[in-house]
């Protein structure tokens, strides 16, 4: 099983053009034992090796025989990712955000990599609708309660420009350049709609559109990829009920997880812990000591 990030379409989608990325590969005679796909870039002169926009997690893809042992996986996970990380080329930065579940942080960290954590949640799909939903925070189910009032949810892949404007909206107040733009997000979804893997989800009160969610996903798992709020939106029930609507949608495919992303934000964190998912950590894969590469950082943030 492959993750929507590392398919072949959605390189080519969010990468400028689709010889930027590469893979390696370890093979066991004729059979693949495992695929990490990157992409390394240049800029200031240096080489970076990074997720390619749009992209939360890119890592190492490990194929277990179907036959294997239970207590032989890790060893077996190791050794792969282990022939994988000696034939991905070096780069002189590194930020690579690995999919969650990953754990081979020693054979990481002796490469020379520095590593920190991130935080994702992710909701187990085998329960009931009902239980599910008795599982959320009272708080969380009240909204909903009332949102099935408030709210009617369409999807309406076209309507990316307003999820861009609400999130511009944010982070123009934080001062944040936005990391990608609207003709980039279109690109994706377009590819995202071809594979049937993505759409977009809307809510409206009446006529006025209140906020919206990107979401996509693979056999296994269903992620919220990123979702905005009108400025006029002054609660969450409109997310709430939008991000509710996705999971049911995702056990309606038969998708394990839902995935939330996760966020280091207090406030977010908060909002995604209500729906009662569990804590996944996941690594991410640095290198930043350049002289050259503090030097443009600081440059661009004066």
Not at 47 to 66: A, H, I
Not at 261 to 285: I, N, W
């Amino acid at each position: 099983m492959i993750s929507i990030f590392a398919q072949s379409w959605w390189l080519d989608a969010t990468c400028d053009a689709a010889s930027d990325w590469d893979v390696a590969l370890t093979l066991k005679g004729d059979t693949v034992t495992g695929a990490w796909p990157y992409l390394r870039s240049e800029r200031y002169g240096l080489s970076l090796m990074r997720n390619p926009r749009l992209t939360p997690y890119l890592g190492p893809q490990v194929f277990f025989p179907p036959d294997i042992a239970a207590g032989r996986r890790d060893s077996y996970e190791y050794e792969v990712c282990e022939q994988l990380a000696s034939i991905l080329p070096d780069a002189d930065l590194w930020r690579l955000s690995l999919p969650p579940g990953f754990r081979q942080a020693g054979l990481l960290r002796r490469a020379g990599l520095k590593l920190s954590v991130q935080q994702s949640f992710l909701l187990p799909l085998q329960a009931s609708e009902e239980t599910l939903f008795g599982n959320f925070k009272e708080s969380l189910r009240r909204n909903l309660r009332a949102a099935e009032k408030e709210f009617l949810i369409v999807e309406d892949s076209s309507a990316l420009d307003k999820l861009y404007e609400f999130q511009k909206n944010i982070l123009d107040e934080k001062r944040v350049r936005q990391a990608y733009t609207l003709g980039q997000m279109q690109r994706l979804m377009t590819a995202c709609q071809d594979h049937r893997s993505g759409t977009l989800w809307l809510a409206y009160e009446g006529n006025k559109l209140q906020a919206a969610v990107w979401n996509v996903w693979d056999s296994h798992r269903s992620y919220y990829l990123m979702g905005g709020k009108s400025p006029q939106c002054d609660n969450y029930r409109a997310m709430s009920a939008l991000l509710w609507h996705c999971i049911r949608q995702a056990k309606e495919r038969g998708n394990e997880y839902f995935d939330f992303e996760g966020s280091m934000d207090g406030g977010v964190e908060r909002f995604f812990r209500s729906f009662s998912g569990r804590r996944e950590l996941y690594l991410v894969l640095q290198r930043d000591g350049h002289w050259l590469w503090k030097l443009a950082r600081l440059l661009r943030f004066r």
